[in-house]
């Protein structure tokens, strides 16, 4: 079951322009995606749980409340004094920041049969990943990423014994 289409990348922050020639290599990486960094995010046990959840409904969205909490975005706070807070902007948001990383980074260059080229335009020019930024939007996913897993690990109102999942580190660029 996937959480994304090509139209979750027509608007907003993560809008990748694409050519009905380009679907095909979007759908790649979001496939990828989706596979690779739920499975880091929740652990093998859990992830096949959420996807399992995710396929019943016609909707496309998580059922059980435990899913539907962290499929959202949210906000949390472990009660106590000076607490760590995290903000987590939903799943979707994160995999989405996740796979506009991804596609854009590698559509700089591309593979042809006489080696890797790099794209070149009289009219314009590429930018680095500093000034554009696709590093921020996949710091921005870590951050939920981490948010996430902070919220199932110090959760009391629902349970997640089944959560193995594994940290993922933030993208320096320097």
Avoid: W
Wanted: with cysteine.
């Amino acid at each position: 079951m996937a959480i994304l289409t090509i139209d979750d990348f027509k608007h907003g922050r993560c809008k990748i322009p694409v050519n009905p020639k380009q679907e095909f290599d979007l759908m790649e990486t979001i496939s990828f995606v989706e596979n690779k960094y739920l499975v880091k995010l929740f652990g093998v046990e859990l992830y096949d749980l959420f996807i399992e959840d995710l396929a019943l409904p016609v909707i496309g969205e998580p059922t059980d409340p435990r899913f539907t909490k962290i499929y959202n975005a949210f906000n949390y706070q472990k009660s106590g004094h000076c607490e760590k807070l995290v903000c987590s902007e939903g799943i979707k948001k994160m995999l989405c920041g996740f796979v506009y990383y991804l596609y854009t980074r590698d559509i700089v260059s591309r593979i042809t049969t006489v080696g890797i080229k790099k794209t070149d335009s009289q009219n314009s020019s590429n930018l680095t990943a500093i000034k554009h930024d696709i590093t921020g939007r996949f710091n921005d996913s870590v951050r939920t990423f981490k948010a996430i897993q902070y919220y199932i690990c110090n959760n009391d109102e629902f349970e997640y014994p089944e959560f193995n999942g594994v940290n993922e580190c933030f993208n320096h660029i320097f």
